[in-house]
């Protein structure tokens, strides 16, 4: 090559990765419109939260709030690419625009909220960290973890929770870990490890797909506050507004009553709280630049928050975590799910 | 100085200066040089500027801060608390030490392996030949897969660990075997060594140039061998025996005490070794076949031990065509051994670019100092290798 070509391909190289920089300022509402489906990142597949059933279809409580705001966008909730990728790559897929949201049992901390350019719109799931193990072993406490051989997902908050409550008891630990949550669970399986943590939910979601669930026992402390939610990029605050008040609006809609079989009934109410949630009265839907009956939408096709928890990880499931008396039961029967007025 | 040639001054003027070829070859470079340096720093502004805008920090100022998760093996001490900065330093002692013993025992098993490749008996020769296709022809990260979980994965639990005379045993936790423990004064012992060392090597300088002179044969290399081994031994002993072992007990969940390494270390290791030696040992036949038919005759004509052709004829000769293709795979066992992370080895790449790099959320950084740490560590192994490939390159006089 001589000289002065060199110099024009360098040039030209210059001029455009200038071009590449303009186009991530569009807003992303326009974009997944544009586009016509939503890029919703969820995890490995996990029975409960974000499934993969044998014809492909997935299904879960993560799962239903992709489905929630691709209905509260399109009237459909089916316009939706799901993208499953592992834990540790899960934030880089988020910023770099190829996921428009995720929701995917990520907890809500105040470093990954502050410095991973990363918006944190709200809780689908109160839960906390404890430890599975084989029934055989005869523990049935987590103090008597001191020396054990603990396996581990990495890159999650498990991975610092477990560290920090070794050191504050000051117990010794041998971590085992994987980024490939079916990777640790074989594991776990085949006796390399002494327990296995995660998410309660998280634990009980994988012992219900065990080859023989009874065989092993979730020790009865939690170690830790895991608020898990929808997570979406920062600097598109309408965005974050739309999956924000999707989930608020399942919440509100559960507390009210309103469920996908009578939310036709529900339009005529009389209620002036159910009538602003269904865009009867109102301009909430205009305010996000979605329709006014947005939530119609959302709980005809996908249901409001309890019916997606008894679907997918209540007492009647697999999974069967009872919602009655847990923190994730309506802040007016014990719990704390507390949506924020819906006017 | 630029001295303007005596041809554009006869021109005269900016047009003559820029038709000089001479001037115009140095301009294009200083433009091109200028363009570089301007895109790089297009580059990296435009980085911050993006990241900054996306409200994403940038910098090294995590690496000072407290990283709060466990490594499973750590070579150099570590615990929960301790920076990021040494976790670096974590995942370069363990990737340093992968790829050391795996290098060593690849060499070994592949020059063994070589030589079987070339036996006369077919048995032999046929067996490594399969060893080699077999091995050589499927992915490494599969083969390391399948050693993990088809192998160390399924050993016993701890309570029935293999035991070998209650010194080493093997169970899915790891291997554990017992630790030194020097006592005072064994430092003799390590001096003894040294110089015991530099005893043989001198021998060997001595009887090679008596050789040279006399004709006169002197077995330096068993005598100088004998040497390495029996005088820290005796050293050892006259100091009465200032070495004890810590041995691993069964306590609790596990083994206790001890040296111990995880199974994923296990299952690295010896996938590695096994895999670089197929390749090794392809080049220890190919460098042993270049050399010529001639070679062997005359030194059987002259009446020369087989293990004298071997040493003094055939290797020396050979070498010069292992060695090239022998430092790619040395540079190959660091690389790949970055694909720990499959079975969670905490090597660099797992506990810097994947753990480290999930919990601080500094890519960028991260990913750099990663890729400058592998590129510093090949660039030494081959350097080093090339300064010995000097030496037995063929000398034209």
Sequence with gaps: MRPHTLLFTAAAAVASLGFAGAATAQETLAQVKERGHLNCQVGLPTPGFYGLSDDGTWSGIDVDICRAVSAAIF???????????????????????????????????????????????????YDGQGFLVPVDSGITSVMELDGATVCVLTGTTTELNLADFFRANG????????????VIVEQYLGGGCDAYTNDKSGLAARRSAFPDPSAHVILPETISKEPLGPVVRQGDQNWGDI???????????????????NVDEM????????????????????GLGLDPDFMVSVLKNVGNYGEIYERNVGADTAIGIARDGTLNAQWTEGGILYAPPFR | MLALPRSSRRAGGLIGWLNNAHVRAILYQVLTAAA???????????TVANLDARGMSVGFGFLDASAGFGISFTLIPYQEGDTYSRVFLVGIANTLLVAIISIILATVLGLIIGLARLSDNWLIRTLSRTYIEILRNTPLLLQIIAWFFGVFNLLPRPRDSLSWLDVFALNNRGFYMPAPLPGPGFEFVIAAFVLAVAFAVGLKRWAHRRQDATGQIFPALPVGFAAIVFVPLAVFWVLGAPLAWEMPELRGFNYQGGLSVPPSFCALVVALSVYTSCFIAENVRSGIQSVSKGQHEAAASLNLKPSWTMRLIILPQALRVIIPPTISQYLNVTKNSSLAIAIGFPDLVSVWMNTSLNQSGQAIPIVAMTMAFYCAASLTVSLIMNQYNRRVMLKER
Excluded at chain 1, 90 to 111: I, K
Excluded at chain 1, 254 to 261: K, N, V
Excluded at chain 1, 272 to 283: C, D, M, Q
């Design chain 1, 243 to 261: 999956v924000r008040w999707t989930l608020n609006g399942m919440i509100e809609a559960d507390e009210l009553g309103i469920t996908s079989e």
């Design chain 2, 36 to 46: 570089i340096v301007l895109l790089g720093w297009y580059l990296v502004h435009n």
């Design chain 1, 75 to 125: 009237g459909d909730p089916d316009q939706i690419e799901y993208q499953s990728v592992t834990s540790a790559v899960r934030f880089t897929s988020l910023a770099n625009g190829e996921s428009d949201m995720l929701s995917r049992t990520t907890t809500w901390t105040a470093v990954r909220d502050t410095q991973l350019g990363l918006e944190f719109t709200g809780v689908n799931f």
């Design chain 1, 267 to 286: 339009m005529n109410s009389d209620n002036p709280t159910v009538k602003r949630i269904l865009g009867v009265e109102g301009n909430i839907g205009e």
């Design chain 1, 171 to 182: 117990m010794e630990f041998e971590p085992v870990t994987n980024e490939n949550v079916n």
